[in-house]
């Protein structure tokens, strides 16, 4: 080094000077002068902005000002100024790992609460889970005894032969899943285990505090970042509560037998495969060591590929032959030490396994559980309600029913006499079990005004909305629905949109016939050819207007009640519903224009009807097609009787049977085997329409069959329906 910049030594007399603070102000009189001296010393000071601000804060403070700590020593480290405050009690008084430097927009910076408040849920889906997805608590709802004391899964059973569990796979469910996993390769990785927030509580980039907190803690930790204005959760480590739960599962799978009450099977038949079991799970405890392997995880030495070897090889004999491919991969992943890979892959592998071990023994018990079901279904009412229901429009509503068919001369039925079933002289019981059928019917067609919230856990999406709730119901309505189809409210939603979509339909037909037979001067046809109206073009007709319109037939019937609401939060769906309404409108006219004219039926180009058929179809359209029109509640009144006659064709019994003394044996086989018979009387117009009037009763049979299976001993008590 040059002489002229030499630092003086100092005299040897006075030992060795101090040690300079760390980025402490270095004293100019030491240097020599040098280019940039001139630019130092005309600087303006720090302290000058200081005093500035000071000059403008009010005369009449009386507190004096303190002397501003000297500077200490600098870490280096990004996050130098990190506050650790307990995430389960904010505030230093929990005890603070750092020295807390007041936080901005703060009122007082010497109050101890100098960490600002973040909305921030350890909960929230940005925060990665503590514990893996698949789980015990996750996989309970699988469990044998879970699903016997299920009610709304036993009666789900009895309308879905083929119902299984399937795996559920939302966006949401994938983003956690995905979140969980990459949060432990990192922990792996590095041993980190922090998520940062901005000061809006919005996911940051990760601003790390494993350096003040080299352990993970038992419970989230709070940091904050006054020079980012970050807050980093400091969470405790996931991979004890991975290796932990993974064992328990693990051990579930390979021990299927040990939840199964001696009620369903004879445990003594499988002795010596639950001995095989705890066999297989001994041997599976001593090679799968959590705290051991977190160890040697920590110090980078777990080798997983001799472990999920051994593991992989006791699953085969436990899983399904579709299954193997995925116990391979597992394996082939833990041969690559891909870290986090194997976990996942074991994950997918054992919630299959769940799966299919509870859809084996569902499909075992089938039989049991419909022999039980109504017994179990009124008892599950019974403890659900309690003593103290009154079954107020349970009773409402047969006593409508009743009161409905005593007005009726006969009831058509294909196995009695042409003078059909007399209701009014039918016994006690008899009269019951037609009074539900007809109730059914009326719950359908003519919906409560407020339905309870879907118990089904299956149903992910809402249930279509009932489109006959009209101001002029054809019957008289209840308020709720009955107490006892609780279960069924998902599945009446869905009958009642069914049945609006055949009323539209049927409307549709009905304008069809309407315009083939009008007079018009610009297309004069003859009197003879006024009921030439063929019925393969009915049904081709009836294919185009489902195909032209959604999915919901009768969501057009919604297009005049809400065309004013503007602010409605489904006017969107209902104007795209309007749409389709004139679509059909249009396709309608054009078929009667083509019958009018007799075209080829074939030509995919054909004339385009009059301006004034299409606005004598809309002005018809607009005026009957909704919920509130004469014409409307007319053809829905003939719908549902005929509805209702072909339901008791195929629920009501026949002479060889004893009305309303069902045994199970003939319940099972009635829902089984379902009903041949073909809907009879159709009223005028109705014809194209027997394939869904049959459909539609068919699912009423059924859904009545299962209602009075299990509620009818709870009808035919003494005074319920008066």
């Known amino acids: 080094m040059h002489d002229s910049v030499k630092r003086k030594s100092p005299p040897d007399d006075q030992g060795p000077s101090p040690p300079m603070p760390h980025r402490a102000p270095r004293q100019l009189s030491d240097w020599p002068p040098s280019p940039l001296s001139a630019e130092v010393v005309f600087k303006r000071p720090r302290l000058d902005k200081i005093q500035t601000s000071l000059r403008k804060r009010p005369l009449s403070r ?76 996750t996989l309970k709802e699988l469990d044998l005894d879970v699903i016997l004391r299920n009610p709304q899964l036993r009666h789900d059973l009895l309308f879905d032969p083929g119902l299984q569990f399937r795996p559920t796979c939302s966006r949401r469910k994938r983003n956690m899943c ?47 970042c006054s020079a980012l204005s970050v807050v980093t959760l400091r969470m405790p480590s996931r991979i004890c509560n991975l290796l932990a739960e993974f064992l328990e599962v693990l051990l579930l799978v390979i021990q299927p037998l040990s939840n199964v009450s001696g009620m369903y099977v004879n445990p003594s038949t499988l002795k010596s495969q639950m001995q095989e079991h705890s066999a297989q799970a001994a041997y599976v405890r001593s090679i799968f060591d959590p705290v051991l392997i ?29 299954r193997d491919r995925a116990v391979e991969t597992m394996v082939q992943v833990a041969r690559t030490c891909a870290p986090g890979g194997t976990g996942k892959k074991c994950d997918a592998v054992v919630a299959g396994f769940f799966q299919d071990i509870a859809n084996h023994q569902l499909q075992m018990l089938r039989p049991f559980l419909m022999r039980t079901s109504g017994q179990f279904e009124l008892k599950a009412f019974q403890t659900r309600k309690g003593s103290e229901c009154s079954f107020r429009l349970t009773r409402e509503w047969l006593r409508l029913a009743h009161t409905d068919l005593l007005t009726r001369a006969s009831i058509p039925h294909p196995e009695y006499s042409a003078g ?24 359908i067609f003519d919906p409560p005004e407020s339905l309870p919230t879907p118990t089904s856990p299956s149903s ?25 189809v609780y279960l069924d409210s998902t599945r009446l939603a869905v009958l009642s949109a069914d049945a609006a979509d055949v009323t539209a339909i049927y409307m549709f ?57 503007v602010d409605s939060p489904r006017e969107k769906d209902f104007k795209k519903e309007r749409n389709a309404k004139h679509d059909i409108v249009l396709q309608v006219a054009k078929r009667a224009k083509e019958a009018r004219s007799s075209s080829a039926p074939s030509s995919p180009v054909s004339e385009a009807p009059s301006e004034i058929m299409v606005q004598v179809a809309q002005r018809w359209a607009d005026s009957n097609v909704h919920t509130d029109s004469p014409l409307c509640t007319m053809l829905r009144r003939r719908l549902r009787d005929v509805v209702f006659n072909s339901v008791v064709a195929q629920a009501y019994p026949g002479h060889d049977s004893t009305p309303g003394k069902l045994s199970t044996i003939d319940f099972l086989s009635c829902i089984q085997n379902g009903s041949t018979h073909a809907p009879s009387n159709l ?20 859904l009545a069959l299962v209602h009075l299976n299990a509620y009818l001993p709870l009808y035919e008590q003494e005074g319920f329906m008066v």
Request: glycine share 6%; proline share 12%.
């Open 294 to 322: 977190e160890q040697e995880l920590k110090h980078d030495l777990f080798d997983p590929s001799g472990l999920f070897a051994a593991i992989g090889a006791i699953l085969k004999g436990h899983c399904a032959p579709m």
């Open 420 to 443: 059909g079933i007399q209701y009014s002289t039918l016994p006690r019981n008899q009269q019951i079990y037609v009074a539900v059928l007809k109730g059914m019917i009326d719950l």
């Open 62 to 137: 009386k507190s004096p000002l303190k002397p501003r700590p000297p500077p200490t020593a600098r870490h280096g480290s990004d996050i130098e100024d990190l506050g650790m405050v307990s995430a389960a009690d904010p505030g230093p008084s929990s005890g603070s790992l750092l020295r807390l430097r007041p936080a901005p927009n703060t009122a007082d910076p010497s109050s101890p609460s100098v960490v600002p408040f973040f909305p921030i849920d350890t909960n929230s889906i940005h925060v990665p889970s503590s514990h893996p997805l698949v789980n015990r608590q």
């Open 178 to 224: 995905e979140r969980y996993w990459a949060a432990v390769i990192q922990e792996v990785e590095t041993g980190c285990t922090c998520v940062s927030f901005d000061s809006q509580g919005k996911p940051h980039s990760v601003v790390c505090a494993c350096a003040q907190v080299p352990q993970p803690p038992s419970q989230p930790i709070l940091a904050y």
């Open 683 to 702: 009223a005028t117009g109705m014809e194209p329409l027997a394939e869904e009037i049959r459909t539609l009763a068919e699912k009423i049979s059924r």
């Open 509 to 565: 037909l009905l304008l069809y016939r309407q315009l083939v037979h009008s007079e018009s001067s610009d297309s004069p046809i003859s009197p003879q050819d006024l009921t030439k109206i063929e019925d393969v073009d009915l049904l081709r007709l009836k294919t185009e207007i489902r195909d032209i319109g959604s999915a919901r037939l009768g969501y057009c019937f919604f297009s005049r009640l809400v065309s004013d609401e």
């Open 460 to 484: 992910s999406s809402p249930p279509p909305t009932p489109v006959f709730r009209c101001t002029s119901p054809i019957s008289p309505r209840l308020s709720a629905p009955p107490e006892t």
